[in-house]
């Protein structure tokens, strides 16, 4: 077996490799459901509907989405110049630390104000954290897979250390949270007594500046080229570490938003269960993406139509939600897969020994 | 008892082997896979996933040693996954390890979450026990430490002197390490590179099964939630720190499994003035300095992450 580049791309193939990727996965989870005793069918029915068959049910989707886009956006603008950051879930607590310790009362601005301030804040603190890591690549050559996975778990106990000691709120009755931010600090809804918040908005304009940043600034094609080849960027003049060091900045960044707007839109607080995930889960949404901006809006919102109806599926139906994390990670690997096979064709056949 | 005292207790010691035995597995199957030139960030999934089937074959009522011959197997099949995806097709070592990682954990959780929808106390195995060695066990400290420990700890030795024999003794070894230096060398020493590779993988992830079963069958009794927390992660951090020999890879892992066997002494010793979260940091943060002082000297296979196709340069 070996693989050959496609010399044509026909559309047939660029649209139905991924499509079918996508089917493959959605039938490998129907036969799992299958395993449970209930009728895939019906399950598959119950998820589209708890995701999009009502306003209700959509809103909660775009809700969900929200976190996701910027973890998604932060994936893949590092993923862009082939700096791994898989660290976005500590990046996202950093920003939603820095968001409680600012917002709770420190700063008695009024909103218009304190909440740029805040999202300031977010992005810096998100930032701070890879940039550790993107310091250690550039100096000392740590490969930062390794060290953003590791920082990961330093992030949540640091977050937990926090909320039994300084942030903890007192009135919580010994819970491990922290105090609400203040009305101030807190983003308006976007529709009148539903979930849905202006972080949205917020994450729909990151992905277009990301976009701008991506086609037309400078930074955007010294980050493709230190992707596409470090070395040979170096010797075209691009300062790559310097290129790696903005993109751990603007990456770090978006993941410190996610913090800051579950916190000040959704959760009013930081908890330790403020992120199922959603730094794991922005890898999925970048790739299904191919690490384009826009996509990532429609990959977050894919992604979280599948949490969503699982979770009121799971409710109704008896098959565990976790079916949802399932079919995320098939959708991962067979997208991958279905992108690669769009490029390459395999022949069988050998000819004869290389 | 003081801070110093504490290091000259046999139960310090024992506690340090029991902490790195699943982290030998892990970090041995690690280093198989990156000396054959592939990335595995699989592994702290197929822990899990070797965890849970090591688990549940005794809990249907299997013997002990079947599942970990079940967690041997799910590993593998994991990472004949991984490799197919990776080696032939050569997508990204990176995502596609994350991708495994995440569906091996939901698979695992999703499989456990069927099998026993509504417990609220974790069901329990009658675990691996100690097995004495004679004579060997009573040498004071060192008899503790080392051979007073279950036979998955024992296990873990052997593997360390196989994984040496087989890497540094034999063609199939010389191969795993030509195919992750230098694969057009192998393929023009008739060597199939991409058969090669995906047997190391599978071997590797083999291995890192068992570390997981070591979890569930010794360390504690029943299967829970995020119970390899980090293990994966840091033993690919060990395999660095060992520059991808089994020997220091050893030394790596009982090096740290003696660090956290400290730290949680210390734990009950300063509890009251340090935060707990403080200590349970310490062993990510040593592994991160760990990284930063063996990188710089760090010798890389050469051509770790590097996909193969026949004939291109």
């Keep these: 077996m070996r693989l050959e580049p496609r010399g044509k791309r026909p559309l047939r193939i660029l649209i139905g490799y991924p499509v079918a990727a996508l089917a493959a996965s959605v039938v490998f989870c129907a036969l799992l459901v299958m395993l449970s005793g209930a009728s895939p069918f019906s399950v598959l029915g119950l998820m589209v509907k708890g995701a999009l068959g009502s306003q209700f049910a959509f809103l909660e989707t775009l809700t969900r989405a929200t976190p996701l886009i910027f973890t998604g956006l932060a994936v893949a603008v590092a993923f862009r110049a082939k700096l791994w950051n898989i660290g976005a879930e500590a990046q996202l607590y950093a920003g939603a630390v820095m968001t409680v310790v600012l917002g709770t009362g420190l700063l008695p601005l009024p909103q218009p104000i304190l909440i740029p301030v805040l999202m300031a804040a977010a992005m810096l603190g998100g930032a701070l954290v ?30 937990s250390m926090l909320l039994e000691g300084p942030l903890k709120d007192p009135m919580g009755l010994g819970w491990p949270q922290s105090r609400k931010v203040i009305p101030e600090a807190q983003l308006p809804k976007l529709v ?55 993109t751990a900045l603007l990456s770090g960044g978006l993941a410190g938003l996610a913090g800051m707007t579950e916190v000040t839109g959704l959760k009013g607080n930081l908890t330790l ?19 384009h901006p826009m996509g990532v809006i429609a990959a977050a919102i894919f992604v979280a139509a599948i949490f969503v109806g699982a979770d009121a599926m799971s409710r109704t139906a008896g098959v565990p939600s976790y079916i949802a994390h399932v079919m995320v990670a098939l959708s991962l690997l067979s997208m991958v897969t279905a992108v690669m096979l769009t490029r390459y064709r395999i022949r069988w056949q050998s000819y004869g020994r290389a | 008892m003081d801070a110093l005292e504490i290091l000259f207790t046999a139960s310090l010691w024992a506690a340090a082997v029991r902490i790195a ?34 688990w549940l074959t005794v809990f249907l009522g299997g013997d002990l040693w079947l599942g970990v011959a079940v967690a041997a197997l799910t590993g593998a099949a994991f990472g004949l ?8 097709l050569g997508l990204s070592q990176h995502v596609t390890g994350i991708g495994i990682t995440l569906l091996a954990t939901s698979l695992s959780y999703y ?41 998955l700890t024992y296990l873990a030795f052997v593997a360390v002197a196989v994984v040496a024999w087989l890497l540094y003794r034999t063609p199939a070894g010389l191969a795993i390490r030509t195919v992750g230096e230098n694969p057009q060398a192998a393929e023009a020493q008739g060597i199939d590179v991409i058969w090669v590779r995906i047997a190391a993988v599978m071997f590797g992830s ?32 060990l395999v660095v720190f060992g520059s991808w020999r089994p020997g220091k890879a050893l030394l790596g892992a009982f090096l740290f499994g003696a660090f956290d066997a400290y730290q ?15 200590f349970l940091m310490l062993p990510f943060i040593l592994s991160i300095f760990a990284l930063i002082v063996m990188s710089r000297r760090a010798a890389y296979p050469r051509a770790l992450m590097i996909p193969y196709r026949k004939g291109e340069r």
């Design chain 1, 130 to 159: 890879l940039s550790v890591p993107t310091f250690l690549k550039t100096r000392f050559g740590v490969d930062e897979v390794v060290t953003t996975l590791l920082l990961n778990f330093v992030a949540v106990l640091f977050v």
């Design chain 1, 192 to 246: 009148e007594g539903k979930r849905l918040h202006f972080g949205f908005v917020i994450a729909i304009a990151a992905a277009l500046v990301v976009w701008f940043i991506e086609r037309k600034a400078a930074l955007g094609y010294e980050m493709r080229a230190v992707g596409h080849n470090p070395k040979a960027a170096s010797f075209a003049g691009i300062p790559v570490s310097l290129v790696l060091a903005k």
């Design chain 1, 273 to 291: 269960d403020l992120s199922p995930g959603f730094g794991y889960t922005g890898i999925v949404v970048a790739m299904l993406a191919l690490l």
């Design chain 2, 21 to 54: 035995s699943p982290l030998i597995f892990a970090t041995l199957g690690e280093l198989i896979c990156e000396r054959a030139g592939v990335l595995n960030l699989g592994i702290e999934g197929i822990m899990t996933a070797g965890a849970f089937a090591g």
């Design chain 2, 81 to 88: 996954l991984h490799g197919f995806l990776v080696v032939p």
């Design chain 2, 111 to 151: 499989a456990y979450r069927l099998s026993f929808p509504q417990v609220t106390s974790p069901p329990r195995i009658e675990p691996f026990q100690p097995w004495p060695i004679p004579l060997l066990s009573d040498i004071p400290v060192i008899g503790e430490a080392l051979f007073r420990q279950t036979p």
């Design chain 2, 206 to 237: 083999a291995l890192m099964g068992i570390g997981g079963s070591f979890l569930t069958l010794s360390a504690f009794n029943s299967f829970f939630f995020e119970m390899i927390n980090g293990r994966g992660w840091i033993a690919v951090a």
């Design chain 2, 264 to 278: 949680l002494r210390l734990q009950q010793l300063a509890g009251a003035y340090v935060p707990y979260q403080v």
